[in-house]
């Protein structure tokens, strides 16, 4: 029943934006396509990737080549997948042998991203909903509560053994990766002549910590209802922020998906066995 109102939910919200995108007026559109800084985009979106696969290279002690081949490969699989679920696959490719260890370093690879977005999410709906003291520790309890939650029902169910470095640096490298996606959305809104504050990052990363909800195929609609919603931060018409998110769900997500796919088709020996990765979620779960 709940796959059936996710997949309602999913639906609605790719409605909502063909809706909204069936309803956009070009002429209001003022981007400034001859000055459009593609390079700093490209290379700020390509540095949020490799910073995640290199989380591979020092889980799995891969090589730098074959961890980012590795990670864009689970990248396109998720691209395709509902709630990213194919990112898993990945696993096929670190190991010739497939062991529940290695499973459960891919979860925590996974759990650290995610951790780390929801943090910067939290932190940015305090600045910018204007909430008073008492709300604000409220939700720094609420939050504490969700990483005490974390690691003692799932992190610890895990026993993953690593060392501390390794776990540090895996986690300074999901910080480092958002700070890119940072840098490549302001050059995509930066090409709109608008004036960029503190709080349009904040945004962004609420941008994407909405896309992890499963509620939307690859951000497709969740990912515009928080931009129109800060419509008023943003200071753009609706027309141009439909279209800067739209650049930024093909630069961050199409392209780099698309190299997935290329490194996949290279490889067509692997063979994945779903049966598998749904036995080892079970025993975690």
């Keep these: 029943m709940f796959k059936n109102i996710s997949l309602v939910i999913k639906i609605l919200f790719l409605c909502y934006f063909l809706l909204i ?8 559109i003022k981007i400034n396509i001859i000055n459009i800084e593609l390079v700093y985009i490209l290379l700020s979106f390509s540095f949020f990737h490799y910073l995640r696969s290199i989380k591979l290279k020092i889980f799995f002690n891969l090589k730098l080549y074959n961890s980012i081949k590795i990670y864009l490969i689970g990248f396109f699989f998720g691209f395709i997948t509902p709630g990213r679920v194919g990112d898993f ?28 977005i929801l943090m910067f999410s939290c932190i ?11 709300n604000q520790i409220i939700s720094l309890i609420f939050f504490v509560f969700l990483t005490v939650l974390l690691h003692k029902f799932i992190i610890s ?9 390794e776990i540090f640096k895996a986690n300074i490298l999901s910080i480092l990766s958002l700070f890119f996606y940072l840098i490549g959305c302001f050059f995509i809104f930066k090409n709109f002549d608008i004036k960029i504050g503190p709080e349009i ?8 910590g909405v896309t992890l909800v499963p509620i939307s195929f690859n951000g497709l609609g969740s990912r515009e209802a928080v931009f129109l919603f800060f ?20 630069f961050i997500n199409v392209l780099f998906s698309i ?24 025993k975690i779960i």
Excluded: H, Q
């Design 21 to 28: 995108l069936s309803n956009i007026e070009i002429s209001k």
């Design 89 to 116: 696959i990945k696993i096929f490719y670190v190991r010739k042998k497939i062991n529940f260890k290695d499973f459960k370093k891919i979860v925590y690879e996974k759990i650290i991203d995610v951790y780390w």
């Design 124 to 134: 940015s709906i305090i600045f910018l909903f204007n909430l008073n003291i008492y």
């Design 157 to 165: 169910k895990l026993e993953i053994k690593l060392k501390l470095y």
């Design 201 to 208: 990052f904040m945004v962004f990363i609420l941008a994407l």
């Design 231 to 250: 419509i008023n931060i943003i200071n753009l018409n609706k027309e141009e922020i439909i279209i800067a998110s739209f650049l930024i769900f093909i």
């Design 259 to 282: 190299c997935g796919y290329f490194f996949y088709t290279t490889n067509p020996n692997i063979k994945i066995d779903k049966k598998l990765i749904l036995k080892f979620s079970r």
